[in-house]
């Protein structure tokens, strides 16, 4: 009950209402940063570009972007999905945890290519800037 309640508090901590409209900032206060390109560079290809799957650029973008998503502020199991030219794929991130200062994910990778699913899986680390570096 417990941990319920604290992931309860934890999810809504990480919203702010204006004018009555909800705008989300994530679990860490990041929300999407200006100039989303850096931060998505930063995952250096995420746990999808250690994979043997080859994906167009528009593709590895779709799958950067959702990997950033589910670490910056998915709840925990809930998946975030996107879809490709080629491919189709969903990440879900697993419940922070603490390394030294800063916060980390666990997450797993889900990408459909031809109808054949490949699983990644990973973890990183949210810098001081809002990025997230890859663990490993």
């Not at 603490?98 to 997450?107: A, D, I, L, T």
Request: net charge positive; hydrophobic share 35%; aromatic share 6%.
């Amino acid at each position: 009950m417990i941990v319920s309640s604290l992931l309860v508090i934890v999810a809504l901590s990480g919203c702010t209402t204006t004018k009555g409209a909800t705008t989300t900032h994530g679990l860490f206060g990041g929300g999407k940063p200006p100039g989303s390109a850096a931060f998505i560079s930063a995952l250096q290809g995420g746990i999808v570009g250690r994979t043997a799957i080859e994906l167009g650029d528009s593709d590895k973008q779709r799958a950067l972007e959702a990997e950033y998503r589910a670490l910056e502020g998915a709840a925990v199991g809930q998946p975030v999905t996107w879809t490709g030219r080629d491919a189709k794929g969903s990440v879900v991130a697993a419940a922070p945890y603490q390394v030294g200062s800063q916060n980390c994910r666990q997450y797993t990778h889900t990408v459909t290519v031809d109808g054949k699913d490949t699983l990644a899986r990973g973890a990183a680390c949210r810098n001081e800037n809002g990025t997230w570096s890859p663990l490993g």
